[in-house]
């Protein structure tokens, strides 16, 4: 009884708001302290007419120049007159009241003229606020190009247009997010992407319900297919020439407005490890420091725990000449290998998180007194051997190599089930971990594409670009897992260079 | 919701069932390097084992413990009383047995809880001891810990000297062959800080019955293994030779098999690396290379014969007739045909290089 009561109230309270609401909506705008409406008068025809507009969101110059002496000088009568006398591209006269706020509200100024309030007419005077193009921050390279991608999307689409410009690449733009209504681009190469997978990213765009989207990562993390797993499944850059390479692999891209990272899926594994500078070095070198790259991670991952399950369980791993450094640094040592392992460990994550969180000048200082003077320090004091202190900085060292920032987390997280497990149960637990890992690999997909390929499944001719680097002339043909509509890419193999004899 | 069972139930097992696995941290242990076997009287024997102490930058001190006992395992519970941490075997580097040991009660059920402990490597080496065993862990050899600096040793006589390979697994390997007798080195403290590699021991069914100077391990090497790495002296009318890089081969070869006839042919390459004669003519080359054949030839027969004579059989030969002949009898093997072997020797030496300035 008191329930229903309550309900019907709250029902009634609510309809009453969303009256008062559409009913005051002039009102609400003219709160804000940034809605402008001013009344002008034609001076030939004498037509009073009223601007209004968004002054944070419009460039008022604009306004003043390329609106406002036309407006005020220039003959007209009807609205529709407007279109011709303002020099302006992007005018739209409409009769829909609902289109205004949306207008307004995106950089737009509605012009309304006294005599006909049923029309209404839009002409665009954005402001532009954003930094100018940079240097690559996160996905720095020595050599090749260096832009990055900015906040704004025009600008982001203005980098990638300028890198593919034909007419296959498509850019397909929806808005997410019921209060920031952040406008996402899809963008694909028609003709080279498979179908399936542009239709699997707008499906799942489409079905983003939230109220805002602050950056692409809020994609990323929502249309992932496993949003449990701590592996990333949409790869991000903010490299425009890495965005161009893989759209004319068969890739999809996805940006979003107010982001400098652009998404790139469907991704494999593999390519969190490889650099875009890979594609610009020789491709011996390139291969190599793949190679160089994949081992710091195993590295990375596996010597802590290696360390513990050696020490707790197996010393008979362990060659003669190293016994006697590993016991004479442990001896003093009061922890077991595990507790031991798990201070420093946690002593890197620490350093880790203050420099990153702390402004640069005082990270570098915070890098420092933790690196040397904690590390040491640490060893002095007989809380760690130094032998540890080694592999530990080691591997952080390595977990940094991988050209993909977010990669890096996970390797960071990794370790640590990996030294629970060797604690209970030395290399057969290492061993179980790794099992369990490689099953979740396996399961993994991103957009509903095998996540591991080529290892698993496995796809011989993809191994052209995964652990090394073939040569160009091996990459005739786009990657097989993107199941491209034209798979090659290049001219057929044995033109030599035809080069004059002389 | 399945997924979250699943995770729950190999959560709980892995941390119950890990109980079950012994810790075993390392600075916790005592890892014993090296156990030696003494003869007390006909039953007990004595037990000695060394285990290093590390200390920083300095090489490690030996610990040496003892205890008395019928059964290996038993004699480690008696040393066990005495130490502070767990004695584990698992970094085992040598065993050692005394002569006397060896000899008079064998070493058959010494070796059974080696070949048993998961932990002990199987590239282990064995050696009879002249002296006692534990009188020999006392001293202080090296800088790397007494039992590795045995172990060394030995391995360094294997690799470049006259010591024909061995370790744990191949002297397993002979002892259960019934076509082979397995061998062991011996080894001498020579004085508090040296221990010497004297030659080489034999065994039947498991007790010391010969033994070999290390002058003559030189010929038993090029009937059993093969050289990459040797030197040996070779002495004519004109002078004395020392010739290096030795390489060889051996062959076998079954010539009659009634009475059974093996012919073992050895190939010999290597390098003239000092001459105390005069001056190196070709014609001495080849006296020298003739002098070199003719010593294999009879010191290798020599051995042969010896072995026959004691009824062991080192090099393999009653394995090697198995290969050749079908339906081969063991037995008959053991009592009678073994002794009537005839074996050939034959040689082929080659210098193939005698210095630079001629």
Known sequence: ?502 | MKSIETILIMAIFTLFLSGCVEKEILDDINLIDGIGFDYVDGKKIRGTIVFPIFIKDKPPENRVLTGESLLKKEILQDIQLQAADPIVTGSMEVVLFSKELATKSGITELMDPFQRDPGVGSGIYLAVVEGETKELFEGKYGVRGNSTHISDIIDENIRNEDLPKTNLQIFLADFYSEGKSPFMPIIKKKSKDVVELTGVSFFNKGKLVETISSDKMFFFKLLVDKYSEGLHRVKIEEGEAAIRSIRSVHHYKLIKKNPMEVEVTIDVQGIINEFNGDKMYPNLERKLNKQFEKEINQECLALVKNFQEKNIDPIGFGHFVKTQIRGFDYKKWHESLYKDLVVKVKSNVEVTEAGVIQ
């Not at chain 1, 040569?471 to 035809?498: C, F, H, I, T």
């Open chain 1, 1 to 502: 009884m008191k329930n229903s009561f309550f309900k019907k109230g709250g029902k009634d309270k609510e309809s009453k708001d969303i009256k008062d609401k559409t009913s005051k909506k002039e009102n609400l705008i003219s709160m804000s302290k940034d809605y402008k409406k001013v009344i002008y008068t034609n001076e030939k025809t004498n037509i009073e007419f009223k601007i209004e507009y968004i002054s944070s969101l419009v460039d008022e110059k604009i306004i003043q120049k390329s609106a406002l002496p036309y407006l005020l000088e220039k003959e007209f009568t009807k609205i529709t007159d407007i279109k011709e006398i303002l020099p302006i591209a992007e005018v739209e006269i409409s009769e829909d009241p609902k289109q205004i706020e949306e207008r307004l509200f995106t950089g737009f100024v509605v012009l309304t003229i006294s005599s006909n309030k049923e029309k209404f007419c839009f002409f665009s005077a954005q402001k532009e606020i954003g930094r100018n193009i940079s240097v690559p921050e996160v996905e720095f390279s020595v050599i090749g190009p260096k832009e990055a991608f900015v906040e704004t999307l025009e600008q982001n689409l203005n980098l990638i247009r300028k890198r593919l410009p034909v007419k296959e690449l498509i850019v397909e733009e929806t808005t997410v997010g019921q209060l920031s209504k952040t406008k996402v681009a899809i963008i694909y190469l028609q003709g080279v992407v498979d179908d399936e997978n542009v239709n699997t990213v707008k499906q799942r765009i489409n079905d983003i319900k939230i109220d805002q989207i602050t950056d692409s990562s809020f994609i990323g993390q929502i249309i992932s297919d496993n949003r449990n797993s701590p592996f990333p499944q949409v790869l991000d850059s903010e490299r425009p020439d890495r965005v161009a390479a893989v759209l004319s692999e068969g890739k999809i891209a996805v940006i979003v407005d107010g982001s400098p990272h652009a998404l790139i899926a469907p991704t494999t594994l593999i390519e969190f490890f490889s650099s875009f500078e890979d594609y610009l070095l020789n491709w011996i070198l390139a291969s190599f420091f793949r190679v160089i790259r994949l081992f710091a991670v195993a590295f990375s991952i596996l010597v802590t725990p290696l360390y513990v399950a050696t020490l707790t369980y197996h010393y008979e791993l362990i060659p003669q000449d190293l016994l006697s450094i590993l016991i004479t640094s442990r001896r003093v040592i009061p922890f077991p290998p595990i507790l031991e392992v798990l201070f420093l460990e946690l002593t890197i994550e620490l350093l880790r998180e203050a420099g990153a969180r702390l402004p640069t000048k005082v990270g570098q200082t915070i890098g420092i007194v933790g690196g040397i003077v904690i590390g040491t320090a640490s060893v002095e004091a007989g809380l760690t051997s130094n032998v540890l202190l080694i592999f530990v900085a080691l591997a952080a060292l390595a977990s940094f190599t991988t050209p993909v920032y977010r990669i890096g987390n996970t390797i960071r997280l990794l370790r640590f089930p990996f030294l629970l497990l060797a604690e209970l149960w030395g290399i057969i637990g290492i061993a179980l971990g790794f099992s369990l890992l490689l099953t979740h690999l396996i399961r993994l997909t991103s957009l509903g594409r095998p996540y591991l390929e080529p290892i698993y499944p496995t796809r011989l001719v993809d191994f052209k670009d995964s652990f090394i680097r073939l040569p160009l002339d091996a990459q005739r043909k786009r990657p097989l897992y993107l199941r491209s509509e034209s798979p090659k890419r290049m001219n057929p193999k044995g033109n030599k260079k035809k080069d004059i004899d002389e």
